[in-house]
T-cell receptor
Framework: ETGVTQTPRHLVMGMTNKKSLKCEQH?????MYWYKQSAKKPLELMFV???????ENNSVPSRFSPECPNSSHLFLHLHTLQPEDSALYLC????????????FGPGTRLLVL | AQTVTQSQPEMSVQEAETVTLSCTYD???????LFWYKQPPSRQMILVIR??????QNATENRFSVNFQKAAKSFSLKISDSQLGDAAMYFC???????????FGKGTSLLVTP
């Protein structure tokens, strides 16, 4: 595996379900990100981890809970989501933060029913 | 707050021709970085080109080049010899040393016709 991978690629869940999105980077980077991409809106940054510590939480509802157990893995735990949370969730990584180029995974397409 | 504006929701180009995608941004920072990303139907966001604001020389990557006008806060992408595989959404993005996020524009959908 190379680059940034995400699983699952597609997910359908009910509003009462609990699920998790997984991201793994094989680039030796120290920073990882979650972005949300909704139709007709620019990408929105959700969370940033640098050296496994959360450095930014961009006013994201508590029904989204990130976890970064090590610098290669990032999770997004989902519970009691709303239909408006349906979107493409993109993971990215970079060597550091700030000016470093971010490299993206293929995304997880989430549909909340 | 930094904003990125892409004023062309859709563009079309014929194969082998050249097309320019526009992007403007607003910032009070002096040290920042600009990017163009491509997102094909597969949804993977792929880096096309990067420009450091302190560099006067325009970045180039094979058929892709930028026209960076710092005073005008403009950062356009030129695609030469367009190919069918260039069809995608193109996003302009901005970041600076003082933040973590890439600030994206709304994107330009590029159609390449044979």
């Amino acid at each position: 595996e190379t680059g940034v991978t995400q699983t699952p690629r597609h997910l359908v869940m009910g509003m009462t379900n609990k699920k998790s999105l997984k991201c793994e980077q094989h680039l030796g980077h120290n920073a990882m990100y979650w972005y949300k991409q909704s139709a007709k809106k620019p990408l929105e940054l959700m969370f940033v981890y640098s050296l496994e510590e959360r450095v930014e939480n961009n006013s994201v509802p508590s029904r989204f809970s990130p976890e970064c157990p090590n610098s290669s893995h990032l999770f997004l735990h989902l519970h009691t989501l709303q239909p408006e949370d349906s979107a493409l969730y993109l993971c990215a990584s970079s060597q550091g933060t700030g000016e470093e180029t971010q490299y993206f995974g293929p995304g997880t397409r989430l549909l909340v029913l | 707050a930094q904003t990125v504006t892409q004023s062309q929701p859709e563009m079309s180009v014929q194969e082998a021709e050249t097309v320019t995608l526009s992007c403007t941004y607003d910032t009070s920072e002096s040290d920042y970085y600009l990017f163009w990303y491509k997102q094909p139907p597969s949804r993977q966001m792929i880096l096309v080109i990067r420009q450091e604001a302190y560099k006067q020389q325009n970045a180039t990557e094979n058929r892709f080049s930028v026209n960076f006008q710092k005073a005008a806060k403009s950062f356009s992408l030129k695609i030469s010899d367009s190919q069918l595989g260039d069809a995608a959404m193109y996003f302009c993005a901005y970041t600076s040393n003082s933040g973590y996020a890439l600030n994206f524009g709304k994107g330009t959908s590029l159609l390449v016709t044979p």
